[in-house]
């Protein structure tokens, strides 16, 4: 999922990875808020990023192998889409 690679990315860091690794489901709001922002400055986020711009690219070399039709250009912008979608 979105949050997945991030996380995975941000426990490259043992100190990142023992806050992840203790989060249950009474952990707080603002213990979270740590957790998510230690991620952030970590750079997991712009990691995965760049990670998703590659799969992008190449799934848009990919269409273009195909022959010119309607779909063709749909799933290109359905691609894109995905790609830039903020969650």
Do not use: W
Request: with cysteine; net charge positive.
């Amino acid at each position: 999922g979105n949050i997945t690679l991030p996380a995975l990315f941000a426990m490259e860091d043992e100190r990142i990875k023992k806050k992840i690794e203790r989060v249950h489901e009474h952990t707080t709001k603002e213990e979270m808020s740590i957790i998510i922002q230690s991620i952030i400055d970590c750079g997991a986020i712009e990691r995965s990023y760049e990670v998703s711009q590659k799969y992008l690219k190449k799934a848009l070399e990919t269409l273009d192998m195909l022959p010119n039709q309607r779909i063709k250009k749909t799933l290109a912008q359905l691609a894109k889409y995905i790609g830039k979608r903020k969650f």
